[in-house]
T-cell receptor, first 109, second 114 residues
């Protein structure tokens, strides 16, 4: 089955530094999303980005279909950015998303 | 943005009892999903549902699990009987179409089986 590899597993930054999170897929994709999961567990959609580049505030996502990868760039990180970032993809069939194991981000003062 | 509501946020139940998790999907969405996340582990697909039918299910979707959406009301996940290994956070999700579209997730129901 399809696999989703996220890197790094964890990342520690000082406030104001930038972060680059990567997601690699083992199969071609027709849908992918980035999520932020709070320490309490709730899931927040960050980007739906099956191809190309999208930006929202300090967050930018770039998906390159041919290379089967997507990245999430966080600029000028803030303490409130701390949490787990998950990527997920669907290759076929009814939006059955396969999730990565996540990148745990800790932003310290 | 569109919201998927899950009720309750937490539930504790005795092993062997039945539990029903409720989900209020985005109002015009047609496809519905359940995902399971054991504490500290990966989010995993359980089942998807369209037009009154299960379209796909994973190996995690045991015989004790069932889903339905009677008369366009709540989309439910029923577990009967529950087992200790069913303890997890269950996320409901919905989407407008079945492919190439954003999937919207609820905040999850934390189920603890004791």
């Amino acid at each position: 089955g399809q696999q989703v590899q996220q890197s790094p597993t964890s990342l520690v930054l000082q406030e104001g530094e930038n972060a680059e999170l990567q997601c690699n897929f083992s199969t071609s994709l027709n849908s992918m999303q980035w999520f932020y999961q709070r320490p309490g567990g709730s899931l927040i959609s960050v980007f739906y980005n099956p191809s190309g580049t999208k930006q929202s505030g300090r967050l930018t996502s770039t998906t390159v279909i041919k290379e089967r990868r997507s990245s999430l760039h966080i600029s000028s990180s803030q303490i409130t950015d701390s949490g787990t970032y998950l990527c997920a993809m669907a290759d076929s069939g009814y939006n059955k998303l396969t999730f990565g194991k996540g990148t745990v981000l800790l932003v310290s003062p | 943005g569109p919201k998927v509501l899950q009720i309750p946020s937490h539930q504790i139940i005795d092993m062997g009892q039945m539990v029903t998790l409720n989900c209020d999907p985005v109002s015009n969405h047609l496809y519905f999903y359940w995902y399971k996340q054991i504490l500290g582990q990966q989010m995993e697909f359980l089942v998807n549902f369209y037009n009154g039918k299960v379209m796909e299910k994973s190996k995690l979707f045991k015989d004790q699990f069932s889903v339905e959406r009677p008369d366009g009301s709540y989309f439910t996940l029923k577990i009967q009987p529950t087992a200790l290994e069913d303890s997890a956070v269950y996320f409901c999700a919905s989407s407008l179409s079945g492919t190439n579209t954003e999937v919207f997730f609820g905040k999850g129901t934390r189920l603890t089986v004791v």
